[in-house]
Nanobody, 115 residues
Framework: QVQLVESGGGLVQAGGSLRLSCVAS????????MGWYRQAPGKQRELVAT???????NYADSVKGRFTISRENAKNTVYLQMNSLKPEDTAVYYC?????????WGQGTQVTVSS
């Protein structure tokens, strides 16, 4: 099994920054994609950013230029640096680890951006 634990969420004013971390433990195989998703109240969960084992990244248009995803493979950890935060970034942020046949999710961390 795989466990994912997120941290770093909180309350921040618009224009501020937060850094989320997600540590994976358990049976971690070498080929995987890690990513961040978010879900705001009343909305569907949506992609924020993903990063492959080799470092290839993908971002939602809404966060391009403001958020940066990175990972430390030796620590099975993925980060999300969030700058220039906006009230519409308010959501529960979830970490996801993907294999070709299965996905694993963390429990989520709340990010609230006040105007």
């Amino acid at each position: 099994q795989v466990q994912l634990v997120e941290s770093g969420g909180g309350l921040v004013q618009a224009g501020g920054s937060l850094r989320l971390s997600c540590v994976a433990s358990g049976y971690i195989f070498s080929f995987n994609v890690m990513g961040w998703y978010r879900q705001a109240p009343g909305k569907q969960r949506e992609l924020v950013a993903t990063i492959s084992k080799g470092g290839s990244t993908n971002y939602a248009d809404s966060v391009k230029g403001r958020f940066t995803i990175s990972r430390e493979n030796a620590k099975n950890t993925v980060y999300l640096q969030m700058n220039s935060l906006k009230p519409e970034d308010t959501a529960v942020y979830y970490c996801k680890l993907s294999y070709p046949a299965r996905d694993f999710w963390g429990q989520g961390t709340q990010v609230t951006v006040s105007s």
